[in-house]
């Protein structure tokens, strides 16, 4: 998953395209280095939502009128081009969620739960997001089944021998992500699928934050299951895809009922549509749906292999300029690497840098991460977190340095 020899975006001609970007805070240039909680989203983004309600906001599959007809044909439309995006073989292997959550906890339900029985085991990494370990939890609790953990060492890269030594036949699942959401690490996710596969265990990829930062391709991935979430990827809050194997979505039962999954209900019984819509109960997020294919669009446009080829060399800058402020220390050193930076700085709390940050109008995360599990294996309660995108810039980086040296003399 190298980017390549792909050629680097030029972030001046990118962030003019990022309205919020030009934006002050605290009467200071804002500096946006929290993309992994949430991205920017472009002005293409912006007027397909604006476009949808002031040109043809109409409920879909249910209208015969224009507008119901213009409004499903861009929610579908927003199917093919996430199918594109993901490299998925055909549209109907796309489930439209609210994101990665639900598309997780849609797994675990309707395919985990019916299958898992005690003795069983769902196997998970030690640097989940908790998306990815909860709903595990709440499956096995319901059904007898364990779940195990494997390994990472100190740099924050997954002990890939490990990993394979623990697929034992009682494994019935394993969820990994692709890229963490703490360290940046990038999980050999063709590896560790073909392991799953060899030994008949499905392998579910948590792609969260691979979607807004790597090409991606799931039929050479080799996963059973492969979660995205929409607004880490330029899109709206409140959009996902799970994409799954075929054969599963026929194999699973519904986990949601009402309107619009359904063949025929009568009080005798139910019976229900094609895979992915008998997953696809009630109205959708339609807005949400035609921004994400615009952000789809928009990231295809610009090209995956030049958003990680870019991000890379951002990387490598702010990971050299960081590495010079006394006393800080990064969490996360893998070979393979996003470009997200957790640290430490002696001496400083985490939340006193990041709020002292805003006031110098950077903008990065501090706290647990969602990943409870991670902090601990770093015997810390937090990080901060420089979360990098391709309309950052070098200048950027040095304003985050320049602001870390300020405030850390008036907080030690
Ligand atoms: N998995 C990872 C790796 C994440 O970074 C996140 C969000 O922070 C999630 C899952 C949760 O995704 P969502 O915001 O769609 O619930």
Redesign the pocket.
Known sequence: MKPGNAKPLDPAQVRPDFPVLSRQVHGKPLVYLDS??TGQKPRVVIDAVEGYFSRFNANVARAVHQLGEEATSAYEGARDTLTAFLGARHRDELVLTS???MAINLVAYSYALPRLKPGDSILVTTME?H??IVPWQLVAERTGATLKVAPINESGELIVDRFIEMLTPDVKLAGF?HVS?VLGTINPVRQLARACRERGIASLV?G??AAPHLPLDVQSIGCDFYVI?G??MAGPTGT?VLWARPEHLEAMPPFFGGGDMIRKVSFDGTTFADPPHKFEAGTPNIAGFVGLGAAATYLSGLGMDRIAATEQALLDYATEALQQVPGLRIVGQAAHKAAVISFLIDGVQSHDLATMLDLEGVAVRSGHH?AHPLMDFYGVPSTARASLAFYNTREEVDRLVAAILKVCKLLR
Do not use: E, L, Y
Request: charge should be neutral; include cysteine; charged fraction near 10%.
């Open positions: 992994a909680n994101g990665t959550t997001h998306a990815n992500t959401n948590d969260s934050q979430t607004h880490k996902g969602c």
